[in-house]
């Protein structure tokens, strides 16, 4: 076929533009959505039952998940620390690198993203699902908001739970830190623990429970918006889950870098 | 039908348009139900059935009026309706994250007038011996029912509010004969006894004949044939022949 030159130069700047306008649109879609999940949340009738669940569900059952990463990144970091501080006689920054590294960076980003994996995933699976078979339709005709009912729990435990356990995971990494450092690296462990605490700030803790939740609501934003969104069949329910990981995990580590330029541009 | 008496009219459809990009599914319908009657719609999959029904319920936009007891639904408040009504999905949509019983009462245990945890379960086991199930399953998951268990579980679950106007998309597809009459009777049983009105999509005229009064055959979006349900059988429309035929 003759590629008309004239109407590929029409062509481009008309592609181009739909595509950014429909990203703008899907942008202002996805946080509509999410203020209409809080508010609702407010207004009885509160489904105390789904909540409960989703605390089960997404703070009991990412534990493990997040303790093991937790704890061998902790190790790792280090092992690293370590080795690349003999190079300038700056062995003895390991405690205060591993602790303000795993607060500030490692905590909230790696939780982010060991949950994201988890949780946004299921969320995703099991909307798309009920969506894909009539019982968000059901929902809705038993008179039941189907937003209210199944987006504002998760929403609201996930943003309240990944602080909670970004904080054990935060404790778990520093100690995996220390019981490397202690037992591989010959550390001391009472200067090991003396000067991991004195460099901590405040600022520290608080960053890092404030990316944490910011990480949260993206995970279950993400994982209903995209289960909300699937289509037909089996293969709507895949797609769901792929976009809700994929598109939480860009998320968090674009949102990580922002939130770190805002809480600590000195 | 009753056209002097507006009063009578509990569900009326208007100018009806629906469609998907520019698929044009729903053409202009005119549908009005009466107090007590039973409607069957027929026709040719991919007709708009089902998007029928979703457009009364509310479950996707539309263009044009439809009315609930002479009131104006708007698309997103639709609550006279949800309280008053029950649906019946093609596939049964039954929650697979709550047992029988919860499925059951859902409406009742969350809606305003919440009944307790013990008066649901009562209620329940009721219900599933009213659609004749055993009360024993009431803790079992949907998961772990027959198709047709399920199907049955469903119109409890719909029926649990005591509606006045009910929803069927096709009740009885993929049941076996039996489940099929079983089904059929507890159909014609609840719309007879509870004098509630009925829209029922089937592929199966002979449901269709044992439980409506009146029968419209939907083509394209179109209303083809519409009458009583007697004279369908005879009807010299020739597409609706040649379905009947078919289905033979
Ligand atoms: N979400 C959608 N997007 C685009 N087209 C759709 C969508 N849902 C349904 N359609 C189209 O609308 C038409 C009517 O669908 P509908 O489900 O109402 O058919 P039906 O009459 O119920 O068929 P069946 O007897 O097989 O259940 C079909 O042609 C279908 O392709
Ligand atoms: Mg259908």
């Given amino acids: ?266 | 039908m009753n056209k002097n008496n507006p009063h009578e009219i509990v569900l009326e459809i208007k100018n009806l348009f629906k469609k998907f990009e520019n698929k044009i599914i729903l053409n202009d319908l005119n549908i009005k139900i009466s107090k007590g009657k039973s409607i069957g719609v027929m026709g040719p999959s991919g007709t708009g059935k089902s998007i029928l029904l979703k457009c009364i319920l509310g479950l996707t936009d539309y263009n044009g009026q439809i009315l609930y007891n002479g009131k104006l639904l708007e698309r997103k408040n639709r609550e006279i309706l949800y309280n008053n009504s029950g649906m019946l999905f093609q596939g049964g949509a039954l929650f697979d994250s709550l047992n029988v019983w919860q499925n059951i009462s859902f409406k009742i245990m969350n809606n305003s007038s919440a009944h307790s945890k013990k008066d649901s379960i009562l209620i329940a086991k009721k219900m599933l011996n009213e659609v004749e199930l055993g009360a024993e399953i009431f803790q079992n998951m949907p998961s772990e029912l027959s198709g047709g268990m399920q199907k049955r579980v469903a119109l409890a679950r719909a029926i649990v509010n005591k509606p006045n106007i009910l929803f069927f998309d096709e009740p009885t597809t993929g049941l076996d004969p039996l489940t099929t009459k079983a089904i059929n009777e507890l159909i014609i049983n609840l719309i007879n006894k509870k004098n509630v009105t009925s829209l029922i999509i089937s592929h199966d005229p002979l449901s269709i004949q044992k439980i409506c009064d009146e029968v419209i055959f939907l083509t394209d979006g179109k209303i083809e044939w519409h009458g009583n349900v007697k004279e369908m059988s005879n009807s010299k429309h020739k597409m609706l022949k040649d379905y009947l035929n078919s289905n033979k």
């Fill in chain 1, 1 to 266: 076929m003759k590629i008309n030159k004239q109407k590929l130069y029409y062509l481009i700047p008309i592609t181009i533009g739909k595509s950014v306008s429909n990203f703008i649109i899907e942008i202002g879609t996805v946080v509509s959505f999410l203020l209409y999940a809080i508010f609702n949340a407010l207004i009885p009738p509160l489904y105390i039952n789904e909540y409960l669940k989703q605390i089960m569900r997404v703070g009991w059952a990412s534990l493990p998940v997040v303790g093991l990463t937790a704890f061998f990144t902790g190790g790792a970091l280090a092992l690293q620390i370590y080795s690349g501080g003999t190079r300038l006689n700056a062995e003895s920054a390991v405690p205060s690198i591993v602790a303000i590294g795993f607060l500030r960076e490692l905590g909230p980003v790696l939780c982010g993203l060991m949950v994201a994996g988890r949780v946004s995933a299921s969320i995703a699976a099991e909307i798309a699902t009920m969506k894909v078979t009539e019982q968000i339709d059901a929902l809705t005709t038993l008179g039941t908001d189907p937003i209210k009912y199944l987006v504002s729990p998760r929403i609201i435990v996930t943003t309240i739970f990944l602080p909670i356990l970004t904080t054990i995971g935060n404790i778990i990494g520093i100690f995996g830190g220390f019981l490397i450092s202690t037992e591989r690296l010959g550390f001391n462990p009472t200067f090991y623990i003396e000067s991991s605490i004195r460099y901590i700030e405040l600022s520290d803790i608080y960053s890092s429970l404030i990316k944490a939740a910011v990480f949260g609501m993206i995970i279950s934003t993400m994982g209903c918006y995209f289960g909300f969104k699937a289509s037909k069949g089996a293969l709507g329910v895949g797609k769901a889950t792929t976009d809700a990981v994929v598109f939480s995990s860009i998320l968090i580590l674009a949102f990580n870098y922002f939130l770190t330029e805002l809480l600590f541009r000195t």
